[in-house]
């Protein structure tokens, strides 16, 4: 009867599960960058990759007929996520 979208979940299991997330993000970025990065390399590392991000999500957003605007913002969130987590591993050392 709700054309199949699920029931929205409990805010906090949903923050919850989105936190879980963005640690495994961090975690494999912090990978990818190795020991001790310097900060441009990282910073680099993170547009390179949230470029990679931002295609994939440009297929399927064209697939799934969404507005380029919901493209802009989850690319954008992404960018800057990954732009942080560059920083803050760029300048730990």
């Known amino acids: 009867?709700?054309?199949?979208?699920p029931p929205p979940g409990h805010p906090a299991r949903v923050f919850g599960i989105s936190l879980i997330f963005c640690?495994?993000?961090?975690?494999?970025?912090?990978?990818?960058?190795?020991?001790?990065?310097?900060?441009q390399p990282a910073l680099t590392t993170a547009a390179v990759v949230a470029a990679i991000v931002a295609g994939c999500f440009g297929v399927n957003y064209q697939f799934s007929q969404r507005r380029p605007l919901l493209w802009l913002i989850d690319a954008g969130y992404h960018l800057v996520q990954l732009l942080l987590f560059a920083l803050i591993l760029g300048l730990w050392h």
């Open 23 to 39: 640690l495994l993000a961090a975690a494999g970025f912090a990978w990818l960058l190795g020991p001790a990065p310097a900060l």
């Open 1 to 5: 009867a709700n054309g199949g979208v």
